[in-house]
Every structure is written in structure tokens, then in C-alpha cells.
DNA sequence: TTTTACTTGTCGGCTGACAACTAAGTGCGT
DNA sequence: ACGCACTTAGTTGTCAGCCGACAAGTAAAA
């Protein structure tokens, strides 16, 4: 047992290495953003030396979207989906309220660090764009699809248009977060959320 | 007449010279952000010299600091002050949110820039992120009063909470926006915001 | 002619990249 | 088990390019 930390498996080494250095690229990227963080300081928070991120890496960009496939799968995976199950309509959103403010309560800066990366949508690497737009296109989908979902089981108007309503539920999300992360003392981001999630019975349900 | 143009004011150059310089700085920080906007950059789409921009403004933080006077200044002025008028709840909401879209149909490079800017609070002056916090918390402050006006008047359901319902109200405009201004192909801003504005009817509004 | 607007030359600091070097782990023959 | 050659992981030296800043110069107005 004591064999294990004095001699590492190179797999074991790369393994350490890579997830320190990526999430030292996160906490930093969240504090300065992306322009303002160095190599360097990246290699050197995570504990290593300031050349390691090149040598692992190639270039900042191939980082970057290391950085971005992790947090982008790290999200899919415990974020919406599985929670909703079989709800549709009012209910299924929210239940997405929800769980984002769970999300927002246990690791505000796994937030802010996305919401740093989502910034970088109009960076230095343009393909990067495509990929958020591709991201936030899916998001509307997926809430629209349960928005239709709830029209059909009639428990939502019909005269709603699941599209516009996904892209103002996204909306709220999105913005709602923003003033909080910019001024967290002032923004009482469950109050706000909350009463939206409340405010879609009367706005979406049917009397 | 002639003579106008060869021969102008020192007072005339001036003005002149420093318009052109912000209006460019705007075009660029709203194209590549403020990090990846160069002081020559700025200076030579304004027309002039690379070092114009520093002989004028000293350093990069004061040009962002005139940039940031500048369109706070021209946004308070013709933005939702003078329309609202008489206006409250309601209403007053959706005469706010119909001026935002005009704004946005008429000069999406202005949206843009401002929204690059909003972005900057996070940047390398921290002073920035101040003032901001503090244009925030107005612009919420200014919905909440007449939210609260709403409810004086008995328009507006006495269990909402003005606070939270002004964060979410700028949260759907902010978040939208953000959204169209990533994609704008794929989102229909004006289509959100009018069944956001019409939802606030059966929302906010007493039975 | 003097002042004010603007330009050009130049420099130092920072950063990403690469290459040469050291350290750690691995497989093989004995 | 053991040591030795080899591969892979990680570090340090170095450099070229970019950018903001400043200073010394030129053009335009007073």
C-alpha cells in the first residue's frame, strides 16, 4: 500500500497530471478568463512546471477544448436528463429549476466556469462558437420537446409557442445566473428562480 | 463652404478625432472583445496613426473607461426613462420591453458592444466590475418601483415579490439576448420577448 | 512664432512555443 | 530478484512576436 504512492503506473502519472492541469485551467479560467490565463500559471497551479501544458497538449486552443468536452460532459451527464424522467409540461421545468439551483448551491464554481467558457464563444478560436451554439440549441430543444409534451397531455395552452418559451425559460436561466455571479450579495438567485418556477403555473397552465 | 472643410478648430479636430476613436474601439471590443483589441488596431480603423489612442487617453484602461461613460450614457438617455412615462406594472414592462426590441432592430452593433462590455466586469480593472454591479442593481431597482407601483394601484398580484420578479425580468432580457446574440439565425429575440411580455399578463395581473 | 494635434521610432515586458535536458517507469536477459 | 537499456513523463532554457507605453519628431491651427 505504501508501494502505490512511491511508484505510479506512467497511466496513473498521465491521469493525475492531466485531470490538474485541466482543472487548474478551470479555477483559473473562471477567476481571469481565458485571455488573462497564462500557460504557465496553469501548469504551476496545478502543481507542476510552467511547461507542462504545452508539452501535453500542443497549444492553448487543444486545451481549450479539452477543457470544454470536459465540463460539456461532466454537464450533460448529471444535469437535466435523468431527473426529469417522466415528467412533461410545468412540472418538468420545474424540476429543472431545481436541480440547477442544487447545482448552483454545491459547486458554484463548476458555474462560473462554465459560464466563463460560454463567454468564449466570440474567442480566438471560431469553431468554439459553433460548438456553444450547437450546445444551446440542444438545450432549447430538449425544454421545447417537453413544453409540446405538456400541450398534448393538456396540461399546457396551446396557444404557448414551445420554442419562444424555451428560449425565455433559457433565458432566465442564463441571465438570472449572470447578475448573480456579478454580484452575488445583491441577486437573490433562489428567490428569483423560484418564483419564477412559480409563475409558470398561472403563465403556461391551462385553468 | 470650402473652407470648412480644410480648415477646422483645433476644438473641431479634437472632437472629431476622439469620436472616432471610441466609435472604432466600440466596433472592435464588439467584434474580438477588449482583450484582443489593440490600441494600434483602434487607432487605424478611426483613421489616424497607431499612437493616437494612448496620446489621448493615456493608457488602454481610461479609453475603456470613456467607452464605458459614454455608452451608459447614451443607454440612460433614450432607453426606458422617457417611455414609461406615466406607466406602471404591466404595462409600464411591456412599453420597456418593446423598447428594447426597437434598440436592438435598430442598432444590433450597439447591443453588441454594450453586451461586450458587460462582459468586461470580470476583466483586469476591477473598477469596472463596481460600476456595473451598480448599473445592475438601478436597472432593478427602476423595474421593482414599478412592479411596486403596480401593486399600489392594484394591477399587480400582492404575493409578488418586486425584488425577485425584477431580477428575473432582467434575467429574460439579458439571457435572450445573449442567446440571439450567439446565434441569432436560430433565435427569434422578438417572438421570445413578445410571449414573455404577453405572459406577464396572467403572471402579475390580479384576476 | 508658439501652441496644440497627431505620427513615428523604439523599448521592455509578457506569453506561447519549441527544443534540449533530467527524472521516473518498463521490459528483458540473466 | 536484479540490473541495464529503453521509453515515457516532466522541466528548464531560450526565442520570436506582440502589445502597451513613452519620447522625440512633424503637421496644423492660433
Same mark, same amino acid.
Not at 1 to 7: A, C, K, L, N, V
Not at 180 to 206: E, F, M, R
Given at each position: 500500500?505504501? #508501494? $502505490?504512492?512511491? @511508484?505510479r503506473t506512467q497511466? %496513473?502519472?498521465? #491521469?493525475?497530471?492531466?485531470? +490538474? ?9 473562471? #477567476?481571469?478568463?481565458?485571455?488573462? $490565463? !497564462? ?40 444535469? =437535466?436528463? *435523468?431527473? /426529469? ?9 420545474? $424540476? ?28 480566438? /478560436?471560431?469553431?468554439?462558437?459553433? !460548438?456553444?451554439?450547437?450546445?444551446? +440549441?440542444? %438545450? @432549447? ?20 409557442? *414551445?420554442?419562444?418559451?424555451?428560449? /425565455?425559460?433559457?433565458?432566465? =436561466?442564463?441571465g438570472v445566473t ?13 428567490? +428569483?428562480? !423560484? ?13
Open positions: 500500500m505504501s #508501494e $502505490t504512492r512511491t @511508484r497511466a %496513473e502519472r498521465v #491521469e493525475a497530471s492531466d485531470r +490538474a492541469l485541466i482543472d487548474a485551467a478551470i479555477a483559473l479560467i473562471a #477567476e481571469r478568463g481565458y485571455d488573462r $490565463t !497564462t500557460l504557465a500559471a496553469i501548469g504551476e497551479r496545478a502543481g507542476y512546471s510552467r511547461g507542462l501544458v504545452t508539452q501535453r497538449f500542443g497549444n492553448k486552443e487543444n486545451l481549450l477544448w479539452a477543457i470544454l468536452r470536459q465540463i460539456l460532459g461532466r454537464w450533460s451527464t448529471h444535469a =437535466m436528463q *435523468p431527473r /426529469v424522467a417522466e415528467q412533461v409540461g410545468v412540472p418538468a421545468l420545474q $424540476t429543472i429549476l431545481a436541480a440547477y439551483l442544487d447545482a448552483c448551491d454545491k459547486g458554484p464554481d463548476r458555474i462560473r466556469a462554465y459560464y466563463a467558457l460560454l463567454r468564449e464563444a466570440d474567442g480566438p /478560436v471560431p469553431a468554439i462558437r459553433n !460548438t456553444i451554439q450547437r450546445l444551446h +440549441a440542444g %438545450e @432549447r430543444k430538449s425544454i421545447a420537446e417537453l413544453i409540446r409534451a405538456g400541450q398534448a397531455a393538456g396540461d399546457v395552452r396551446a396557444d404557448v409557442d *414551445p420554442d419562444a418559451e424555451a428560449t /425565455v425559460f433559457l433565458g432566465v =436561466m442564463r449572470m447578475q448573480w455571479l456579478l454580484h452575488p450579495k445583491a441577486v437573490d438567485i433562489l428567490g +428569483a428562480l !423560484t418564483q419564477y418556477g412559480a409563475s409558470l403555473n398561472s403563465s403556461l397552465g391551462v385553468q
